[in-house]
Structure formats: structure tokens, C-alpha cells
């Protein structure tokens, strides 16, 4: 098997989840496969017996402790090359249960691999960030979405009200996630057939002309004396109710 070679910036993935996605898949330029002798990354079949067999290194202990001090490996590290985010959606020309969830200046990278990895088990088609006041693909992102950002598209754009323009004219319906007296309640909402999900940013929510392109605008109550869920906990709330409508 020949892999192409990238001049792409050279990431770097650690744990055992994140680098069993990251091998099975062919979308990157694997450069390296550091594994600590007797680890559990070791006795891993996946990861041993892998295409990119002829990459790993095992290292004794001590000298992979030396080369990634600090890090919570649970004894392997990839270091590999290619886009983690696209620049343009599908055209989606076509009928079905189709869902894309658009990020309005999620800020927090934590944040962000938690939802990459809450809407890949989801079934969601694919992510959508914008270029500027957000959060990228960072290596902490990469990390906390346990190999999740391989297997779902992100596609990083600049203007998300122009995108919802041409989704629109493509038959989706826009739904924006929002505390508001006039919202729907979250269960309310048919996610069914094409539709986007909009959640915005942690401390100040949906930009407001955002919020204005949405066709519809749906809340979570709160019954205790916080009056917002985390970010991600109400993605996972949106995303799951979605699921449960189209199955």
C-alpha cells in the first residue's frame, strides 16, 4: 500500500481510542507510532496489527516516559499530517433524515471535542464551525473527542448565515438552541428530514442575526438555580431527542 506524502502541519494524537480511529482510517499521513513496551497500547491487536505496521517504534519505559513527559498516553502517540477541518459542504441534493449542527463561537476546546465526540455517536452528518471567533481542531480537541474527529466531517467556514442561505434553498429548516420566553420546548421540535441544529457560544449564546435566519427557536427549561446546562450537555440533550425521532 503507498500512502501519499503532505506538507500539512504535523498533529499529534495520544491514547488508545483516539490512535485505533486515527489507523483505521486513511484520511491522514501517518508519520510515526510511538508505543511503550508492555503497555496496553502494546497488546492492542488493532494497533499492532494495523496497516502502518511498518511505523511503530516500541520504546522502553523509560524512554518514552523521557520523549512525552507529562502526557496521559496510556502508552502510544501518532504523530501524523493532513486537514483536520474542510472548507465546503455537500450539496446535499437529496431527500433523507439529514442533520448538520453549526457551532456559533464555541470558544472552549474542551468543549469542542466533547461535542465532535457526542455528535459522531449521534449520527450526525457533519459539523460546522466558523473560521473566526471560535475554536479550531486543536490537539485538546483531538484528545477529548476520544477519535471521534476522524470519523465525522468538520468543515470550517466563514460566513455561517450565508451557508443557511443556500441550505435553505436545499430544503433544510434551521433550528437555533437558545434560552427564550418565545422558544419551543426542545422536545417539541421535529429534527426529522433536513435540518440544522445552531448552539452558540458559552457565555453569550447565538449571535443575534443569527438567530433571526432560524426557522425555528427551541429551550431547554432549567428547574434548578443555574440558569444554562453546558454547552455540550445540551447539544447531547438536542442530539440524542433527534435520534430518538428519526429511529
Keep these: 500500500m503507498t500512502f501519499k506524502k503532505s506538507n500539512e502541519k504535523t498533529h499529534v494524537c495520544i491514547g488508545i481510542n483516539n490512535s485505533i480511529s486515527l489507523l483505521e482510517s486513511n484520511r491522514f499521513f501517518i508519520m510515526s507510532v510511538d508505543i511503550m513496551e508492555g503497555s ?74 466533547q461535542i ?26 483531538i484528545q477529548v473527542s476520544q477519535g471521534a474527529f476522524v470519523n465525522i466531517p468538520i468543515y470550517e467556514i466563514t460566513n455561517l448565515n450565508q451557508l443557511f442561505l443556500k441550505l435553505k434553498k ?14 419551543k420546548q426542545w422536545h417539541e421540535i421535529n429534527y426529522r428530514d433536513k435540518t440544522v441544529i445552531v448552539v452558540g457560544s458559552e457565555g453569550y449564546g447565538i449571535r443575534k442575526k443569527i438567530l433571526e435566519n432560524c426557522d425555528f427557536v427551541s429551550t431547554i427549561p432549567m428547574q434548578g438555580k443555574s440558569s444554562s446546562l453546558n454547552v455540550s450537555a445540551t447539544v447531547s440533550a438536542i442530539l440524542f431527542e433527534r435520534l430518538r425521532q428519526i429511529q
Design 40 to 113: 496496553l497500547a502494546h497488546k492492542e491487536k488493532k494497533i499492532i496489527g494495523s496497516q502502518y505496521f511498518n511505523h511503530i517504534s516500541i520504546l522502553k519505559k523509560t524512554d518514552f516516559y523521557n520523549s512525552y513527559p507529562g502526557k496521559r498516553t496510556q502508552g502510544i502517540v501518532v504523530k501524523f499530517k493532513g486537514k483536520l477541518t474542510l472548507d465546503s459542504l455537500p450539496r446535499y441534493d437529496y431527500p433523507g433524515d439529514i442533520c448538520i449542527l453549526a457551532l456559533d463561537r464555541i470558544e472552549d476546546p474542551q468543549n469542542l471535542g
Design 116 to 141: 465532535i465526540r457526542t455528535a459522531e455517536c449521534a449520527g450526525i452528518d457533519g459539523i460546522v464551525i466558523p473560521r473566526h471567533n471560535s475554536t479550531t481542531v486543536t490537539e485538546t480537541v
Design 170 to 183: 436545499n430544503g433544510f429548516w434551521i433550528i437555533g438552541i437558545e434560552n427564550s420566553v418565545d422558544a
